[in-house]
């Protein structure tokens, strides 16, 4: 039997089971719209591992744990990665003109530590992590004095490697201000890549995880996931969400995009714009025993 040709997709009730199946590990929905896509991006599988049929390989993903080595190769084959650093002029504008300054304040009046922990989920080969360190190199007052923590996550350990290994080209550096780019990033060579210098690197760790997992982490400042609750359906989204509001810290910042469509799953934050929610700080009694707000 020879694999499948380019014109052969997957029958519908062959789409129907792998999509069922990708939702129940990946909380990711796959519409009979991307029928074809699929059959693409398994055909690629098949031909990797010599399985001839969609039906064999679907067969063989279920036996599998979804640890496994070949799990990993076809959650990277269905994901999509595209990305690039400083993608989204609005969020950055806010981090680097409003949050950094009210940190820098914060902490220069005694009322926080010196130390940021920030989670970039879904952070595919590490654009995002790498836009936030070079912010806070470039515009945090005495960041050597600081303890910052930025962690990566993504579901496909491909994308982790890929960040992991650092290295941009010059799509993905476009929007990348220019002194930013000359201070933080060294052009390798040749090759029309960069890579961050250490001044960056120090600050970031990246590691695998799927969003529907509950992490073992400590809380974070900040956490950020974009244009990724799209894909999810609504329980996908709400566990994904519940997570991720019980690691901020009170007064933590979860910045999503409006396409995510996630508010109304976003019920224990203040929203402050459209893409920006808060955690409410902590409550305490006050003297006359009245709650009052910190």
Known sequence: MAIPAAQDLVTAIQLTNYAKLILKVTGIRVSPQKRMLLSNRIRRRLKATGIKSYQAYYEQLCKL?????????????????????????????????????????????????????????????????????????????????????????????????????????????????DNIRKRFFQKQGAEDFWVPKPDLTRWTSFRQHNLLERPMMKPFDLIILKNVLIYFDDNAKQTT????????????????????????????????????????ELAKKSAGGRKVVV
């Open 65 to 177: 744990k979804v640890d496994d080595p070949e799990w990993d190769a076809f959650l990277e084959e269905i994901t999509t990665h595209e990305t690039y650093l400083f993608r989204d002029e609005a969020h950055w504008k806010w981090f680097r003109e409003k949050y950094l300054p009210e940190l820098s304040k914060a902490a220069t009046g005694g009322k926080r530590k010196k130390e940021l922990r920030i989670w970039s989920a879904a952070c595919s080969t590490g654009d995002e992590a790498y836009t936030i360190a070079s912010c806070i190199a470039d515009g945090l007052t005495n960041c050597s004095q600081w303890k910052i923590e930025i962690l990566g996550t993504d579901i496909g350990v491909g994308a982790v490697g890929s960040a992991q290994n650092a290295k941009f080209g010059t799509r993905a550096m476009r929007l990348v201000p």
């Open 241 to 280: 969400i519940g997570h991720l509001c019980k690691l901020l810290q009170p007064g933590g910042v979860f910045i999503t995009s409006a396409a995510d469509n996630a508010n109304r799953f976003l019920t224990e934050l203040d929203k402050q714009t459209p893409w920006m929610f808060r955690k409410p």
